[in-house]
């Protein structure tokens, strides 16, 4: 069969052959007009008469799949499918402001007006005429609208001079920003459009980390994968603050990846080969994965003691990455809680929920997203990352209540809780922590579910020594929607702990349940002689349900960028270093 595309002009594009042909025809078509001038196609392993042709753009007024007309002895049909395949391949997200006033006209932002006006007024038209104003992380989706965007979905982005707001002591309009874009490229995903563009509604940051954020899954193991949607900029303006957003949400994503994936695939051993493997390209990054006979010599005798009740063996990683211009430079230290699998031991936890445990290593996976982050951001300072990694199994092996272990600073440590490991684990990195002359060091660990009984999912909980600190990590929260709050160390829950029968201190406090996160705290400061010292208690934090809207449910990766933020601040505080 032989046919003929034509444009609505009547020009005279190409002569077909046969059906398939025309379809893809077609197809090239459609790119021709989204952006190319002339284009020259080879025809590939297709069976043709035709092995190369050209396509000449025209100036084109096609607006559609619709505008092009076939002589009637070709079918159509074909050519329209492969040409709408095409058509639906691009959508684009808007936001909205609501309006100042109660029934007032609709505020859109700039990428906004000037597609309301590329479409005639056409998108406000619709939207006046699709119901009520739409209310912060609604959405209306429209069709047809444009060409190069067949779906477009327009979000409400709340109230447009929304800033910081000192009750819920975050960025109210960057939060805003992140749940509406992360709705609005859901829709998209949803309707199995490939590529996304997004409104950078005036903080392409927030913007690109909403999308992000918002589209990642944990789907690696599912025959059956949600399609991929690859989100971009919206116009040219604001690509460096687009591309740090997005460099900020994958840091996160690796974070909730690594939680997320199941124990048997996460092991110590293979949690450091991913890290090793995201960091190999950096040049100014280096990686020691330290293995059992390296902890053993370092005389981390309370790590070992929880390692030991498992097959996997325990690994030691760290990392050093020389971002400051003289490598000689204090570095910040972070250490994270690497349990991959915490069971509890012979204090065994109960069964159900026992699997979210397989995110015990949260700790270790926002820390080290954070260092591969500030790599990817080259960031001027020094970090060194600290993650003793292991599971916490009952075997034959395993310590029992009452068991005495002695730590890498000698002290020693009656294991009252088998569940209580974490502190145990870090109590000897700590120790190790003094040996680089740090600015600062920071832990991270789900380290009591008192965490999560004290503040749920709103907060990191910070047990700091510093205020230079809290300060730090308290500004960097407020930017990043990824909050923290000052919880105390007293000399109270020192006592708690360090009363105990047998050994120098007990790893759980004397009264058991109360104030259980402070306690955990009070443990841990009896490791640490540094001035600057933060312990992040983030098992409140470890997963999602529906609380933080722009993360979908599932381990949260959390505070991963509020990490990444503090180093950037403490990068540029450099000349005030601590
Ligand atoms: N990994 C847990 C803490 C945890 C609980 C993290 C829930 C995330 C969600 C930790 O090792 C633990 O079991 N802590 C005990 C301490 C107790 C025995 C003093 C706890 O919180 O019950
Ligand atoms: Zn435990
Ligand atoms: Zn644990």
Partial sequence: MTGKILCKTGADLVNATDPELVKFIGEIYYGLFRGGKIRQCGLGGRRSKFTRFFLISLSLSCQSAHHLQFPTHVSSDSVTKGLQDKLNTQGLVLGVYSSEKDGGAAQFTSAGDAFDTLVSGKLRELLTLCGPPLKKGKTRIFHG????????????????????????????????????????????????IPCVEVDPCGDAQSAAEGAVLGLHEYNELKQKKKPIVTPQLHGSAESKAWQKGVTYAEGQNLARYLMEAPANYITPIKFAEQI??????????????????????????????????????????????????????????????GVTFDSGGISLKPSSGMDAMRADM????????????????????????????????????????????????????????????????????????????????????????????????AATGVFTNSSWLWTHLYEASILTGDRVWRMPLFEHYTKQVTDCPLADVSNVGKYSRAGGACTAAAFLKEFVTAPHWAHLDIAGVMSNKDEVPYLRKGMAGRPTRTLVEFAARLSRDSHNAK
């Fill in 362 to 457: 949260g700790g270790a996976a926002t820390v080290c997203s954070a260092i591969v982050t500030a790599a990817a951001l080259n960031l001027p300072l020094n970090i060194i990352g600290l993650a003793p990694l292991c599971e916490n199994m009952p075997s034959g092996k395993a310590n029992k209540p009452g068991d005495v272990v002695r730590a890498k600073n000698g002290k020693t440590i009656q294991v009252d809780n088998t569940d209580a490991e974490g502190r145990l684990l870090l109590a000897d990195a700590l120790c190790y922590a003094h040996n680089f002359n740090a600015r600062a060091i920071v832990n991270a660990a789900t380290l009591t579910g008192a965490m999560d009984v004290a503040l749920g999912s």
């Fill in 276 to 337: 090793e493997q995201k960091l190999r390209s950096f040049s100014n990054v280096k990686v020691h994965i330290r293995p059992e006979s390296w902890i053993t010599t370092e005389q981390m005798g309370a790590f070992l003691s929880v390692a030991k009740g498992s097959a996997e063996p325990p690994i030691f990683l760290e990392i050093h990455y020389l971002g400051a211009a003289n490598t000689n430079d204090s570095p910040l230290v972070f250490v994270g809680k």
């Fill in 145 to 192: 609208l444009h060409q190069d965007f067949p779906s477009v979905v327009v979000v409400g982005l709340g109230k447009k001079n929304a800033g910081v707001n000192d009750q819920e002591n975050w960025n109210e309009g960057k939060e805003n920003i992140r749940a509406a874009i992360a709705v609005g490229c859901r829709q998209i995903q949803d309707l199995e």
